[in-house]
């Protein structure tokens, strides 16, 4: 089974890519990470990415594109994707659509987590503090908000015709969230 856990930053999707990687036995393919430990690793694309990471605006998708192909085509993987923060553009969808087709899969499921700004922003504080993430400052959590409900929510249309797509309200405590998306997996 492959999932998207799709909806705005702070919505909770890495919490609940995390659940399901160990209820199902799956790989949690988030991109956010996957970039952070570019930067970390100080790499040739750490370098090139870290002022737009920081900034709170997408990295290239060229790049992005990159780094998802190897998980897509590992064959210990197929099938047990759990796709967090990607794809994120209508040009990303269109890109993970193709490698699925390629690899003979496709996407089983997919969730958006919906939450209202305010309580975006209060969790992202308290995971500033939890994570010591660098771009987790008032600043860009505004500005990846605003590209989020810019370029990032149109993507929702991309996968409303998918009969396999539900919104749950993300703004339940994370335990009630995992309880709802497991009812409808029926797992
Ligand atoms: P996240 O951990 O998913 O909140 O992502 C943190 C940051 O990484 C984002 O604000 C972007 O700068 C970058 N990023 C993560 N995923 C993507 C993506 N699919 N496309 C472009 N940039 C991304």
């Known amino acids: 089974m492959n999932i998207i856990i799709f909806g705005p930053p702070g919505a909770g999707k890495g919490t609940q890519a995390k659940h399901l990687v160990k209820k199902l036995d799956s790989f949690q393919v988030s991109t956010g990470d996957m970039l952070r430990e570019e930067i970390n ?48 553009t209508i040009s990303q969808a269109k890109n ?36 010591k993430r660098l771009d987790d400052n008032t600043d860009t959590i505004l500005k990846r908000y605003d590209t989020y409900m810019k370029i990032t929510k149109p993507v929702l249309d991309y996968y409303l ?3 396999n797509f539900y919104e749950v309200d993300g703004s339940m405590n994370k335990e009630k969230i995992a309880q709802k998306i497991e009812e409808i997996l029926k797992v």
Request: no cysteine; hydrophobic share 40%; glycine share 4%.
């Open 41 to 88: 690793n100080d790499t040739e694309i750490g370098k090139k990415i870290v002022s737009n990471m920081n900034e709170g605006k997408f990295v290239d998708d060229v790049i992005v594109n990159k780094l998802l192909e190897k998980i897509i085509f590992d064959p210990n993987k197929v099938n047990r994707l759990i796709f967090d923060g990607y794809p994120r």
């Open 96 to 131: 993970l659509d193709n490698l699925l087709d390629q690899s003979n899969q496709k996407i089983n499921f997919v969730f958006f987590l919906n939450v209202e700004k305010e309580t975006i922003i209060k969790r992202i504080k308290k995971r500033k503090i939890l994570e």
């Open 161 to 163: 015709k998918n009969q």
